[in-house]
């Protein structure tokens, strides 16, 4: 028997690992087909920060004041990736673009949340992807005229806190308010 | 040999050690690239063997008067590129750039302003315990490039806030190349 399981552990080690390791990826959405919108946009920002940044970030922070805020805030994240585009005129992306970002979202391990709105103008998307009862990512999707924004949160993130990371970590001020958020398809 | 000569093979050496450190790497790849691309000429490539960078890491800390040495002493590389025209379509130049690092750094946010003809790019790469930051600034006339070595706690720093820090890393390297 305790042959079998030493047999069986690295197996099975392994595919938890995988398994982790897919999730990640699923959670993590491709935005390169907004690339090309960087030649229209009079301003745009490209935020890259993977698990291992994440994590030094995370440890270094110390567990006082605002800075133990962000450090939970921090921990079981494991990427923030932003594009944010701004246009000097309407009209410069397309729905189209746009879509491709919410075909995406579409797939069923995510789901869109309602109640959250924005202070700012313009349309505010939130998506909740859940492994098991866990959260394994969100996506944020805001537009308006002149305005898009994708920002993409690998790993569990405090919904209640999400708010918090606007102006940090390279996410753009998008004026989230929480309200009381649960996923659409459960109203 | 009198002390005097013994100062100048001194400084020689050391001179030739900095320029020596200064080639060969993705630094000097970056610095032809800007080169090639937009057909201008750098100022020289400095390498800051003594001098640490004093960075403020927000408003409020410069007006409590608190500053942190963000960059390693002797870490620091900086090319400069001083009123030349920088006029070429540049999400062209980012597609170059990002090829040329692409192996060895990662991107950690890049800003594009068409409005203000500015781009910044800021790619990070581990050495050892340490992080080695390659901070490129491009403006209408200008361009800086900057590598310096951050101790884990002041990667911290750079990665709450981005941009912010990586345009103070090239202001102080600047400020501290003109003294």
Redesign the interface.
């Known amino acids: 028997m305790k042959l079998l399981f030493q047999k069986l552990a690295a197996p099975l080690l392994f595919i938890a690992l995988m398994t982790t390791v897919a999730q990640a990826q699923e959670s993590r959405i491709q935005t390169t087909t907004l ?2 919108l ?2 229209k ?10 698990e291992r ?2 994590t ?2 995370a ?3 110390s567990d006082k004041g605002d800075e133990k805020k ?1 450090k939970e805030l921090l921990i079981g994240i494991k990427g923030i990736y932003v594009k944010h585009f701004e246009f ?1 005129n309407d009209g410069q992306y397309t729905a189209a673009d746009v879509e491709t970002i919410r075909t995406q979202l579409r797939s069923p391990s995510w789901s869109r949340l309602a109640g959250f709105t924005s202070k700012a103008d313009g349309n505010l998307e939130v998506y909740l992807m859940m492994t098991g009862d866990k959260v394994g990512g969100l996506a944020v999707l805001a537009t308006d005229d002149r305005e898009l924004t994708v920002v993409n949160i690998v790993g569990a993130v405090d919904l209640e806190k999400l708010a918090q990371l606007e102006g ?3 996410v753009p001020e998008l004026g989230i308010e929480p309200g009381k958020a649960k996923p659409k398809n459960e109203q | 040999m009198n002390t005097t000569r013994i100062a100048a093979l001194s400084l020689t050496l050391l001179l030739a050690a900095g320029v020596a450190q200064a080639t060969g790497d993705d630094f000097n790849s970056v610095v032809k690239l800007i080169e090639q691309f937009y057909g201008v000429k750098h100022q020289g490539i400095t390498f800051l063997a003594n001098a640490g960078m004093k960075v403020a890491t927000t408003a409020a800390k410069i007006k409590g008067g608190t500053a942190k040495r963000i960059a390693e002493a002797g870490s620091i590389k900086l090319a400069i590129f001083e009123d030349q025209a920088f006029d070429r379509e540049f999400t062209q130049f980012r597609t170059s750039l990002n090829s040329a690092l692409n192996s060895t750094w990662t991107p950690l946010i890049q800003t594009l302003s068409a409005t203000d003809e500015e781009q910044v790019y800021i790619f990070l790469r581990e050495s050892g315990k340490k992080f080695q930051v390659l901070v490129i600034t491009i403006d209408r006339r200008d361009a800086t490039v900057v590598q310096a070595t951050l101790s884990p706690e002041n990667l911290a720093l750079l990665l709450k806030d981005p941009e912010g820090t990586g345009k103070s890393i090239t202001e102080e390297a600047t400020i501290i190349d003109q003294e």
């Open positions: 690339d090309h960087a030649a946009a009079s301003q745009s920002v490209d935020v890259n920060m993977d940044l994440i030094i970030a440890k270094l922070f962000i000097e940090q970590f390279g």
